[in-house]
């Protein structure tokens, strides 16, 4: 089944993937679509009909553990680059070597939980050296999260200081990037800079369906709030026409 992925370039129905020359402006570049799907066949499917609208897709837990690393390495091998989100916690030997294994698979962007730790999140880093491109994104404080359920967690203050103090840590231990919510971008991206990957998920375009999502933003709010990537699951993977509706998401970006 996963071998069916390398059939399908990038850049379309072409017999051959074309190479990727990004430009930094190429608004496809900060665009990830998330193959939130339990088979590499539905994932393929998603993919052959998002042609060369998009360049990244995520790969998370349902799908890693419904398919594992096959499905990753199908992706990376037909010329798309893999968003790895499966927020590795662990002791930092282990976080270690399991971001040394995703280097291995060639993906490009890969989370941990800041609240792992420093010597945690050093440790990812380190994993990382035999890939220079690889991005380490750090969860700051999941958005599923609220005040009460933080408090609970035994966390005092505000889930808007824990993101901060999250995202300074991440920093200072050698990540490039932090998974937010476009709540909390502008705050980040004025803490962090402009070089920071701040990759952003919740996003609905304007007039679709919310799903599950409490709060949206549009891609052009997203990017406006500092994003510098956006995570676009349903609006994209479930649409009459997955190309065009990323087309659309990409011009919103744009402009
Ligand atoms: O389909 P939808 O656009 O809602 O998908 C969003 C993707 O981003 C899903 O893969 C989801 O797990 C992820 N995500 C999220 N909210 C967060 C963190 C991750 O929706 N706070």
Redesign the pocket.
């Known amino acids: 089944m996963h071998a069916l992925l390398n059939r399908i370039p990038a850049g379309g129905s072409m017999e051959t993937a074309p190479a990727f020359d990004l430009h930094k402006n190429d608004p496809r570049s900060r665009l990830i679509v998330?193959?939130?799907v339990s088979t590499a066949a539905a994932a393929q499917k998603i993919v052959a009909a998002v042609g060369d609208s998009a360049l990244t897709y995520?790969v998370?837990?349902?799908l890693y553990t419904a398919e594992g690393p096959g499905v990753v390495r199908d992706l990376v091998a037909s010329g798309r680059k893999v968003f790895l989100?499966l927020k590795y916690h662990d002791i930092p030997n282990t976080v270690q070597s399991a971001v040394r294994e995703a280097a291995q698979l060639g993906v490009s962007m890969l989370t941990v939980h800041a609240s792992g730790g420093g010597k945690m999140l050093r440790a990812a880093v380190e994993g990382a050296r035999s890939k220079a491109d690889l991005i380490i994104l750090a969860?700051t404080v999941?958005?599923?999260l609220d005040q009460a359920g933080l408090n609970e967690s035994g966390i005092e203050g505000s889930v808007e200081d824990q993101a901060q103090r999250m995202a300074r840590l991440a920093a200072s231990c050698g990540c490039q990037g932090i998974?937010s919510?476009a709540k909390e971008a502008p705050a980040l991206r004025a803490q962090l800079g402009p070089d920071f990957v701040i990759v952003t998920?919740?996003?609905?375009p304007a007039g679709s369906a919310h799903?599950?999502?409490a709060r949206?933003v549009t891609p052009a709010e997203a990017i406006a709030a500092g994003a510098s990537h956006i995570?676009?699951?349903?609006?994209?993977?479930?649409a009459a026409n997955p190309a065009a509706a990323a087309r659309a998401i990409l011009d919103q970006m744009a402009n």
């Open positions: 998330a193959l939130d995520k998370g837990m349902q989100d969860v999941l958005t599923s998974v919510s998920p919740g996003i609905r799903g599950d999502q949206v995570v676009v699951g349903r609006p994209i993977t479930e």
